[in-house]
């Protein structure tokens, strides 16, 4: 099956290498990307810890913002090197502080730069390199653009759009607001694999459960879920057998505790701190009896600082004495 076909999506602040391993004891074969990471802070900063991963989050994707080509093609080849499966540009980041850098969305009204920058990083490496991008600009709604873009990319060899169905609003909304303000538009991804049979195109925005994000699949080459899975991340659970008819590596939601917990206890000894290995896990439970004792024992301050890696224990301790445990033990996959 197409390797795109389920996705969670990069997200700052959120999809570090913790979140996805977490992600992982959920999905075998969701598609992983990372955190956006700048080709300033690949080339400059530090490297080896930003390009770090678990082996066991394969397929993973380096997701990179730049503009500027002979960057790009270096930052794309550290990536490589680190083990990614894929390199992937940002064109629909819209915050100010991106803006600032000329990358992101604004790259949308570059699209012979964008295929310079595709050009140079293919050239560069093996793996594939692909981009991400909104449907439009501030409050034009030109199917034009969005087509232009993507045919003049697609020249360049990039064969994988991932196409947020929103256009990016450059001023007046906040990036927060920028995920839910700009009205979606599926129909203008639909018409993109219409107009463009052969490349893979995968839809971003609003996908918030399965029979929805299946529907999409009888026209579209992929889905990519962003904050439910984040948030609800019990859902990837499903996305193997639900996507591509396999068993989820594990049953419920002990077992992915205890594959946490092994990997808590490795990471804290290696001098991680116990609250950004626990941090992906606050939403495991959301839905159950006990959740939100759970979420306060691992979000804590002085629980995390006193207890360290037995935070676990003790968040699991909290959810059961609010009648969580037998809930949460019984709850398999069907």
């Known amino acids: ?39 300033g802070a690949l080339l400059h900063g530090p490297r080896e810890r930003l390009l770090r991963f678990d082996e066991t989050q394969h397929p993973v994707v380096l997701q990179l913002g730049g503009s500027e080509p002979r960057a790009l093609a270096q930052a794309a080849r550290f990536g490589e090197r680190a083990g990614y499966d894929e390199v992937n540009l940002n064109c629909g980041c819209p915050s100010e502080r991106v803006q600032r850098g000329a990358f992101g969305a604004c790259l949308m009204a570059e699209p012979a730069l964008v295929a310079e920058c595709v050009r140079a990083m293919r050239d560069a490496v093996s793996i594939p390199v692909t981009v991400k991008h909104r449907i439009g600009l501030d409050r034009v709604e030109d199917y034009g653009f969005v087509r232009d873009f993507v045919g003049t990319v697609a020249q360049a060899g990039c064969e994988v759009f991932v196409v947020h169905a929103r256009n990016a609003w450059l001023a007046g909304l906040s990036p927060r607001e920028n995920r839910t303000v700009p009205p979606l538009r599926y129909g203008t991804v639909v018409d993109l694999k219409r107009d463009f049979p052969a490349l893979t195109i995968v839809l971003n925005g609003g996908l918030r459960d399965h029979d929805a994000a299946l529907a999409h699949l009888a026209r579209l080459d992929g889905v990519m879920m962003g904050r439910e899975a984040c948030e609800n991340p019990w859902i990837l659970a499903e996305v193997d ?4 008819g396999e068993a989820a590596p594990h049953a419920n939601r002990d077992e992915v505790v205890e594959a946490m917990r092994r990997y808590l206890l490795r990471e804290v000894a290696a001098g991680e701190p116990a609250r950004a290995v626990l941090r992906p896990m606050l939403g495991l ?7 939100r004792g759970w979420r306060r024992a691992l979000s804590a301050p002085a629980l995390l600082a006193a207890e360290g890696p037995r935070t676990l224990d ?21």
């Open 285 to 291: 439970f959301n839905g159950l009896p006990g959740a």
């Open 314 to 334: 003790r968040a699991l301790q909290a959810m059961r004495a609010a009648g969580g445990g037998r809930r949460a033990r019984t709850a398999e996959l069907q």
């Open 1 to 39: 099956m197409n390797p795109h076909r389920f996705c969670v999506a990069p997200m700052l602040d959120l999809t570090d290498r913790h979140c996805r391993h977490f992600h992982r004891q959920l999905s075998r074969r969701a598609r992983l990307y990372t955190e956006m990471v700048s080709t």
């Open 241 to 244: 057998g639900r996507y591509f």
